[in-house]
């Protein structure tokens, strides 16, 4: 039941991806939709962490850290422009933090048998986060749906209007795909990963958010220097300096 309550939590937070696109639809009053599955997402973790786990967040100097930083970014919720809206932007802050532990929490229990099947779970929900958000960008794609980015550059409408969000999440969700790629056996499998990692990678470059190309292409040098793939290497490299 436990190992399920975990699962229903990552799937949850795959769910936030989703759920942001609809930031501008109210539950009731000022309180929004998105505020509501951040704190279910808080419980969720904090049983889960506290209760089940009975994990110690302040054993590790990176949370001691993390949590001063929540605690100076409180008083930055009297100067947004509703207390609702600043409680709102705290608890995004805090679930960063939570993020963050879940992820110590899976790498501390890295003997145990399930760890690969919770890397892939975990994976698999970061993918789903991304179907929705997709199939509007896709959609508007289509049907030639613009808006007008810096420098002028009209860029296919994705996420609301929050294209360099988009483009954040395309960015997370393809790492998710190069693990999934990295542990996939030589075959049909293998080359479904690569096609897909292909697709997000072109849309990225169509998203033209720049930090993230740049991003891409570091994470893409990581991995083929720890896989000693040094042809891949100066591919990288070149490309990074003539962007650059």
């Known amino acids: 039941f436990l190992t ?114 919770k890397i892939y779970v975990i994976c698999c929900a970061i993918i789903l986060a991304l179907c929705v958000p997709y199939l509007i960008f896709l959609n508007n794609f289509i049907q030639g ?22 483009s954040y999440l395309l960015f997370a969700v393809f790492t998710f795909c190069l693990v999934l790629y990295s542990v996939s056996a030589r075959g049909f499998q293998k080359k479904a990963w690569f096609i897909i990692l292909g697709i997000i990678a072109y849309t990225i470059y169509y998203t033209y958010t720049r930090n993230i190309w740049l991003s891409l292409a570091v994470v893409l040098f990581t991995w083929a220097l720890l896989r000693k793939m040094f042809l891949i290497n100066i591919i990288v490299a070149t490309i990074v300096i003539a962007m650059i």
């Open 4 to 117: 399920k309550a975990e699962y229903a939590f990552y799937f949850l937070l795959a769910t936030r991806g989703i759920i942001d696109i609809f930031y501008s639809v109210e539950a009731t009053g000022s309180l929004r939709m998105t505020h509501l599955i951040g704190v279910g997402i808080i419980a969720i973790f904090l049983y889960y962490a506290i209760v089940v786990s009975r994990y110690n967040f302040f054993k590790l100097g990176v949370n001691r850290i993390y949590f001063i930083f929540l605690i100076t970014s409180i008083p930055a919720i009297l100067l947004s422009e509703s207390l609702v809206t600043g409680v709102g932007y705290w608890f995004r802050l805090f679930q960063g933090f939570a993020v963050i532990n879940l992820t110590i929490m899976i790498i501390l229990a890295a003997g145990n048998d399930s760890y690969k099947k």
């Open 145 to 166: 749906v613009t808006v007008k980015g810096s420098g002028g550059i009209m860029r296919v409408a994705a996420y609301g209007g929050y294209n360099n969000a988009f």
